[in-house]
């Protein structure tokens, strides 16, 4: 008997062809997608994964920034929101009302990165993510937020993380996993640890390894071959937006995200 949790993706043919195929044409019915990230040092991840968010099909997508950044954005950034800012230009802890609030507005939330890593933007995520409960993508520096304080998303529902190998492992050190994975662990048994592993906790996983890029929902793992190096915020935009848009399909929404027809 063949492993049956484990879905090979090719090029040449998507796993899940109808998912492709039925993209919401209208953009009233393709979804509400608020992207969060940013410090008064960089913006690049959220205004790279709104306009990822656009060309993957989302009806409306905002983007959430420190008001440090305001200055320096002013109206180059489309669809551009500002919430309070720490001296030092990272979100402050009085951000949250207005992460609050957008969420609101939003069918999912993309937490994109260049955060800053300041202890008041912790303080913010791990409040929004215990006070929002809809769907959260995080990536990039917003995942390291998660691998220094696990307990945040560990048992949240509706939570997909887009990470590195490395993040991943260190993810599994930090949750005190039993099993260790190494860099030179071959594909096949990454994919039997992530098999266990997504169904010890309820988060999505979406990582890169030996090019190829796996995602990991509930027990259920696919590979999808991929040549991108920086494949991080594109993918986790990707995700934000199929997933807010298949909601209930969320395995086979993720990995149809990651699919690239051949050219």
Request: aromatic share 8%; charged share 15%; with cysteine.
């Amino acid at each position: 008997m063949g492993i049956t949790f484990w879905h090979k993706q090719a090029a040449e043919e998507p796993l899940y062809p109808d998912m492709l195929w039925s993209k919401p044409e209208n953009k009233r019915h393709a979804g509400k997608l608020l992207i969060i990230g940013g410090n008064l040092h960089g913006f690049s991840a959220a205004a790279e994964a709104y306009s990822q968010a656009c060309k993957a099909g989302i009806g409306v997508a905002k983007v959430l920034l420190p008001d440090a950044l305001k200055k320096t954005v002013g109206r180059i950034l489309e669809n551009g929101e500002y919430a309070p800012s720490t001296p030092s230009g990272s979100f402050s802890q009085q951000s949250l009302a207005e992460w609050l609030d957008q969420a609101a507005w939003a069918d999912g939330v993309l937490i994109a990165g260049d955060l800053g890593h300041n202890s008041e933007t912790s303080v913010v995520l791990e409040k929004f993510l215990d006070q929002y409960d809809g769907q959260v993508t995080l990536a990039k520096d917003a995942i390291d937020y998660v691998v220094s304080s696990p307990s945040i998303c560990s048992e949240r529902s509706y939570t997909t993380l887009v990470l590195s190998f490395a993040q991943l492992q260190k993810l599994i050190t930090a949750l005190k996993y039993p099993r260790h994975i190494e860099s030179t662990m071959g594909l096949a048994n990454l994919v039997e640890l992530l098999n266990d592993f997504s169904q010890t906790h309820k988060f999505h996983i979406v990582t890169n390894h030996l090019s190829n890029l796996i995602v990991a929902v509930d027990g259920q793992v696919s590979t999808t071959k991929t040549s991108d190096n920086n494949w991080q915020t594109l993918t986790s935009a990707h995700t934000a937006v199929w997933w807010l848009q298949n909601s209930d399909k969320p395995f086979e929404a993720i990995t149809s995200s990651v699919y690239k027809p051949p050219t």
